[in-house]
């Protein structure tokens, strides 16, 4: 069992930074995949970000390559999103999660675990 609580949303303006943190609880934190996912109002939830748990292999959507960047802290349980160049597009709520499995990375399947979400507001 792991718990996932998210951080470090708010709101900023076009062209600002945000970064976003993961803390994982309840279970070896080095042990899973870890990726973003985000929900925008009246859409689906799409995948943002992910990173391998054994070769720290990271993967990006189109949509975010080139601004954002995830990475992890093992010795913290923590995974961060580091959101640069924000567009109004970004707006979003921002789950993290964690999975074992081996589907591909950008599917919500391939994660067990889920956070409750951090909203993001990017004003133009």
């Known amino acids: 069992q792991v718990q996932l609580v998210e951080s470090g949303g708010g709101l900023v303006q076009a062209g600002g930074s945000l970064r976003l943190s993961c803390t994982a609880s309840g279970s070896t934190f080095s042990s899973y995949n870890m990726g973003w996912f985000r929900q925008a109002p009246g859409a689906e939830r799409d995948f943002v970000a992910s990173i391998r748990r054994n070769s720290g292999s990271t993967y990006y959507a189109d949509s975010v390559k080139g601004r954002f960047t995830i990475s992890r802290d093992n010795t913290k349980n923590t995974v961060y999103l580091q959101m640069n160049s924000l567009k109004p597009g970004d707006t979003a709520i921002y789950y993290c999660?964690?999975?074992?499995?081996?589907?591909?990375?950008?599917?919500?399947?391939?994660?067990?675990?889920w956070g409750q979400g951090t909203q993001v507001t990017v004003s133009s």
């Open positions: 999660a964690a999975g074992t499995s081996t589907l591909p990375p950008t599917m919500e399947n391939a994660y067990r675990y």
